[in-house]
């Protein structure tokens, strides 16, 4: 693994999702399921495509993260 620092490139701006439709969000997970091969537990945050969320959002075990102003 690399141990160098995260660029500027590499954060998430409001301006890239406009950008890129399927940028990575942030989701909250309702409840407790298997996702990613990990195990993530009711209200934990999680980010995600919208083409990797689609199906947990149908199916009521995500919801978009509100943001906070």
Not at 49 to 59: G, K, M, V
């Amino acid at each position: 693994m690399a141990n160098t620092k995260a660029s500027n490139s590499d954060a998430t701006t409001q301006a890239q999702v406009t950008d890129n439709p399927n940028a990575p969000r942030e989701y909250v997970m309702l409840k407790e399921k298997r996702i990613l091969k990990r195990w993530r537990e009711k209200g934990e945050s999680i980010t995600l495509t919208p083409s990797q969320a689609e199906y947990h959002l149908r199916n009521k075990n995500l919801e978009l993260k509100k943001e906070s102003k």
